[in-house]
T-cell receptor, first 113, second 109 residues
């Protein structure tokens, strides 16, 4: 059974057109993470939620926002996508942030035209 | 110097061979993850370990905290094992995963 679900798996958006990526989890984990992974590169942490506490990485562009309306769901909003934002976006969860095992979703591949 | 070094970067094997991928790290950690990513796909967590050895099916992961070194072994490799394997320590002074550059494994039939 899928534990971390990401929708859609593939998303195409136009330059400058806002887009939202979705992540849900059935693990009841406290922490949800969003990573950006560009081709042939390691994943880069954008931000994470520990319960309702939002933690932004220092170098995450302002263009990227996140919402977590409840334990199960977390959204990544890209307000004005640029061509450089085309990437795989990975959601992950963990029970706690102190080095707990992270469970990854299948990712959403974003294309910006 | 990278905080996480994996070797080899690329590995080609014949089906049935025993595979070893190595990871050395310089950061302080509380745990180390081994992750698998098929080309164009998402990431699957294979192991998280903080000491000793873990085994899951044909996969074995070991870690030596004192030497700051971990290995991932695949016994009786199969073409479906072809993927990128990523070493990612976590913990120490923060929760973040520090990702290695990955090892691209290709297993030929």
């Amino acid at each position: 059974d899928a534990m971390v679900i990401q929708n859609p798996r593939y998303q195409v958006t136009q330059f400058g057109k806002p887009v939202t990526l979705s992540c849900s989890q059935t693990l009841n984990h406290n922490v949800m993470y969003w990573y950006q992974q560009k081709s042939s590169q390691a994943p880069k942490l954008l931000f994470h939620y520990y319960d309702k506490d939002f933690n932004n990485e220092a170098d995450t562009p302002d263009n990227f926002q996140s919402r977590r309306p409840n334990t199960s769901f977390c959204f990544l909003d890209i307000r004005s996508p640029g061509l450089g934002d085309a990437a795989m976006y990975l959601c992950a969860t963990s029970r706690d942030p102190a080095g707990g095992e992270q469970y990854f979703g299948p990712g959403t591949r974003l294309t910006v035209t | 110097k990278n905080e996480v070094e994996q070797s080899p970067q690329n590995l080609t094997a014949q089906e049935g061979e025993f595979i070893t991928i190595n990871c050395s790290y310089s950061v302080g950690i509380s745990a180390l993850h081994w992750l698998q990513q098929h080309p164009g796909g998402g990431i699957v967590s294979l192991f998280m370990l903080s000491s000793g050895k873990k085994k899951h099916g044909r996969l074995i992961a070991t870690i030596n905290i004192q030497e700051k070194h971990s290995s991932l072994h695949i016994t009786a490799s199969h073409p479906r094992d072809s993927a990128v394997y990523i070493c990612a320590p976590s913990g120490g002074s923060n929760y973040k995963l520090t990702f290695g550059k990955g090892t691209l494994l290709t297993v030929n039939p």
